[in-house]
């Protein structure tokens, strides 16, 4: 049976043996810090698992997409984990999110280069990625690649809702992640 090793954080105990070093180095640039030795740095706080109640979720959807003057009839929310700090996801790598499309309304077509992969939670409609259109009714999951043109049109009569999950936290961690609009 292997034992967990807790880690300790020893950077203080380590930079006064060669803060001078550090110092010099940091100088250099104005925002530049040094982390002496990697391995014993403390771990993050960790991520809880949540429950996010789609009866609570829904009325919010329905409110934004009702007063939406940016994108008429369309909601988009996301959720972010206190926890994972500016990565603004549930965990340090993923985002999920909901979108709410009102029937015979469209979102604006738009790329970036996370990945997301949907759940038709309710309605039907279809989807726009890189000009192919794709059909999609309540229950099935579909996929646009990272940097895919892509949009959603609501072709029933109730409303349609999407659940994503993207890989915008990773991007957001490594300082890649892009969003366009398309005209």
Do not use: C
Not at 2 to 24: A, F, T
Not at 78 to 94: D, E, I, Q
Not at 104 to 129: E, R
């Amino acid at each position: 049976m292997s034992k967990l090793v807790e880690r300790v954080d020893k950077q203080e105990e380590l930079k006064e043996k060669v803060n001078s070093i550090v110092k010099s180095v940091e100088e250099e640039s104005e925002d530049l810090k040094v982390v002496t030795f990697m391995e014993y740095t403390t771990p993050p706080e960790e991520v809880k698992p949540k429950v996010i109640s789609f009866s609570k979720v829904l009325p919010l959807l329905r409110t934004i997409a009702e007063s939406n003057n940016i994108e008429e009839g369309v909601a988009k929310i996301m959720f972010y984990s206190k926890s994972t700090g500016r990565n603004r996801g549930l965990t340090p790598t993923m985002m999920p999110g909901f979108q709410l499309v009102m029937p015979g309304k469209t979102t604006k077509p738009h790329s970036h280069n996370m990945a997301s992969i949907y759940l038709v939670v309710k309605g039907k409609g279809y989807s726009m990625i890189d000009g192919k259109k794709y059909e999609w009714n309540e229950g099935d999951v579909f996929v646009v690649p990272a940097n895919a043109v892509h949009s959603h049109t609501n072709t029933g009569t109730d409303d349609a809702v999407l659940f994503d999950v993207t890989d915008s936290g990773l991007l957001e961690s490594l300082g890649i992640l892009e969003f366009r609009e398309q005209e």
